[in-house]
């Protein structure tokens, strides 16, 4: 049930990213939030699992605030990423890096298409959070599948 709320909720960052270039603070904070209810109901031990993931968290939104100090990625885009990786193991974090790396591109190149289509003037945003909340979900649906089998 808590999975299914994750990929809504990240469903609604992906849909606002794309129409205002905003991931809402609320929303991460929902995520965020979320995560440790999570933790109790799979049985995640306290220490050092529960830890750890918080450490995860952490340490995604500085490596990804860096970026951001450095104008590659936005703040809302950051905080999600963060909020994210509260959900997931270190493996996991691991492959969904590399999905939203993959999708990043994909985004960033229909991105810039449509901007040059469309003759707008100035830099393309991208919407980051898109890529993000789709490798987030991919994880979610291999979650929810394979607890099947």
Known sequence: MLLCLLGAL???????????RIISNKLNIA?????????LASGIPLWPDMALQ?????????????LFAFGLMGGGDV?????????????ALMLLLVIMAV???VVTLI???????TK??????????????????WLVGERIIYQFT
């Open 111 to 117: 991105t810039v298409i449509h901007h040059r289509l």
């Open 79 to 91: 905080k999600l990423l963060a909020a994210v990786a509260l959900w997931f193991p270190w493996q």
């Open 54 to 66: 918080v450490a995860l968290g952490i340490g995604m939104f500085g490596i990804f605030a860096l």
């Open 120 to 137: 707008r003037i100035g830099q393309p945003e991208v919407p980051y959070g898109v890529a993000i909340s789709l490798a987030a979900m």
């Open 31 to 39: 995520i965020a939030l979320l995560a440790p209810l999570y933790w």
């Open 10 to 20: 990240l469903i609604a960052a992906a849909v606002t990213d794309i129409r205002s």
């Open 103 to 105: 999708l990043g591109g």
